[in-house]
C-alpha cells in the first residue's frame, strides 16, 4: 500500500523548464509512472521507470525533452521537463506499479495515483 503526493506544478512560458516531483509512502517496490490529461482529453501516458531505475520509457511527444529518474532512498520519483509547448499544459499525474513484468504505458497497470499537479506552459 503506498499514498503519491505530486508536487512542483505550476505556470511556465513556452520553451522554460518545470520539475515536478512524486513523493511516495508506503511499503513495497514499485514501477512509477507519470501520465497527463488535459481538459476534453483522455489520460495519456508521459514516462515511467523500473524499480531499479535501469529501464526508462517515454511517450513519442516528450523524448528528448523530458527525463525521468528516481531516488529509492528518499521514495521519489521526478519528471524534469524542458523545451515546454502549450500542448504540455495538463494535470499531472504520478502512478505506483506493484506488478513486476506489467506494461507501463497503460494506466491500468498502476494500482495506486496522486491528487495530480497542474501543469500550464504559456505561448
Known amino acids: 500500500q503506498v499514498q503519491l503526493v505530486e508536487s512542483g506544478g505550476g505556470l511556465v512560458q513556452a520553451g522554460g523548464s518545470l520539475g515536478l516531483s512524486c513523493a511516495a509512502s508506503?511499503?513495497?517496490?514499485?514501477?512509477m509512472g507519470w501520465f497527463r490529461q488535459a481538459p476534453g482529453k483522455e489520460r495519456e501516458f508521459v514516462s515511467a521507470?523500473?524499480?531499479?531505475?535501469?529501464?526508462?520509457y517515454y511517450a513519442d511527444s516528450v523524448k528528448g525533452r523530458f527525463t525521468i529518474s528516481r531516488d529509492n532512498a528518499k521514495n521519489t520519483v521526478y519528471l524534469q521537463m524542458n523545451s515546454l509547448k502549450p500542448e504540455d499544459t495538463a494535470v499531472y499525474y504520478c502512478?505506483?506499479?506493484?506488478?513486476?513484468?506489467?506494461?507501463?504505458?497503460?494506466?491500468?497497470?498502476?494500482?495506486?495515483w496522486g491528487q495530480g499537479t497542474q501543469v500550464t506552459v504559456s505561448s
Open positions: 502512478a505506483a506499479a506493484a506488478a513486476v513484468y506489467v506494461y507501463l504505458y497503460t494506466s491500468r497497470s498502476y494500482d495506486y
Open positions: 508506503g511499503r513495497g517496490a514499485y514501477s
Open positions: 521507470i523500473r524499480w531499479s531505475g535501469d529501464s526508462t
